[in-house]
């Protein structure tokens, strides 16, 4: 609710005291808490005057909840699977897993206080890696944050963990926006992790304790599942790896749509941000690069050849893409974006040089001699080069 500052000044126009503010907005902060119970109980007893500034998919979900048999004021138990069920759970998401950790781990820095912690869990809601400062120091989240446990809405209710799962979008819960009391201490950001085959494999949570409501965490967490998305698609076993982005911008960042190729030009992975460049869904059959872009997949493969490795390629629904190609196994590097005038920022020739022989000693893993003889030079004048 945005207050009306109207009500801090007196008919002199002199301001009053930043304390009624304080106190104004502690009363707001409460009486919102008010409004979104109310809103639950409407929802339960079947009513539809619920205010519109309650989220529609929250009502959806409460009344999901209640259709069920669940009430707010229910004794929540969440007890993990068994040790053969967890073992199988985590087998079956191991790729998630690896490819989750170092985001998990930056996000807890990034975060930076000791009321948070990090749960990452499968498409049905199930904890499959946890993390965070939080999970050592409160009980609260030690008994959340357990590899095993069942944390989707048929246990847990209203959460940012069924929230993302069902609604395919990150979200925000915040205190009473969750269906159990006991979770009202809680503020949760999460978003749906996207595999390389298009479907939904799990779900990255941020949960806070006693924290104050700060929404834009889901964009926190919505990025490091952006993370977690390109490094599965990478992971996919390829001959070729496209970095996608639009004309004038420079590729490189986690924000790239990738696509995974194999030698014959069908598409192993790709992550969401490519499917949604490309205006196009996975139908859950084999796909081929020609189906993707108005141009062969031999082009696309000759293209990693180049030094220049990037290009401009439409796709079938009209819109132009900005390709970059690499091998599998081929050193990354990106050449300069081009200019907004639409002429390419030519790159100096001694700069070119640079970038080949670097690329060509760090693939012969150190050995100048190889290095040399790849790039068509004596080892005297590599030497030279070099220095």
């Not at 009306?4 to 301001?15: E, H, L, P, Q, V």
């Not at 950790?101 to 749960?119: I, K």
């Not at 969401?272 to 493969?301: C, V, Y």
Request: with cysteine; net charge neutral.
């Amino acid at each position: 609710a945005v207050p009306n500052y109207d009500k801090f000044f007196d008919s002199a126009g002199i301001r009053k005291s930043r304390q009624l503010i304080a106190m104004h907005s502690l009363s707001t902060t409460h009486n919102r808490s008010q409004l979104i119970a109310h809103a639950r109980e409407l929802v339960i007893d079947g009513r539809l005057d619920v205010p519109t500034d309650i989220d529609p998919w929250l009502t959806r979900s409460w009344k999901q909840c209640s259709d069920i048999g669940m009430r707010p004021n229910d004794v929540v138990e969440l007890e993990p699977l068994s040790h053969s069920q967890v073992i199988a759970v985590t087998d079956q998401s191991h790729q998630l897993i690896s490819a989750a950790r170092p985001a998990m781990r930056d996000l807890s820095v990034a975060v930076g206080d000791a009321r948070y912690f990090v749960v990452l869990t499968d498409s049905k809601g199930v904890a499959v890696e946890v993390g965070g400062e939080a999970i050592s120091h409160d009980k609260r989240a030690q008994t959340i944050a357990r590899v095993g446990v069942d944390l989707s809405k048929n246990v847990a209710g209203t959460s940012a963990i069924s929230g993302a799962l069902a609604e395919m979008q990150p979200v925000w819960v915040h205190g009473s926006e969750h269906f159990f009391d006991v979770f009202s201490v809680l503020s949760c950001a999460g978003a749906p992790i996207i595999g390389p085959h298009g479907l939904c494999v799990g779900m990255l949570n941020l949960t806070g304790i006693e924290i104050p409501e700060r929404a834009g965490l889901k964009h926190m967490v919505a990025h490091y599942v952006q993370r977690i998305e390109n490094t599965m698609t990478i992971n996919c076993p390829h001959a070729l790896l496209l970095h996608l982005t639009w004309p004038g911008q420079m590729p490189g960042g986690d924000a790239d749509g990738l696509v995974a190729l194999d030698h014959d030009g069908y598409v192993m992975g790709a992550n969401s941000s490519a499917w949604k460049m490309i205006a196009q869904t996975p139908r859950g059959e084999r796909i081929h690069a020609n189906d993707l872009f108005a141009e062969s997949s031999d082009t696309l493969f000759d293209l990693s050849s180049r030094f220049d490795n990037r290009t401009n390629i439409a796709t079938w629904c009209g819109m132009q893409l900005c390709v970059t190609a690499f091998r599998a196994g081929q050193r990354p590097h990106f050449s300069p974006v081009a200019s907004s005038s639409g002429g390419a920022k030519q790159p100096r020739l001694r700069d070119m040089e640079a970038v080949m022989i670097k690329q060509a000693v760090a693939e012969a893993k150190g050995n100048v001699a190889v290095a040399a003889k790849r790039l068509g030079v004596s080892r005297a004048t590599l030497y030279r080069k070099l220095s």
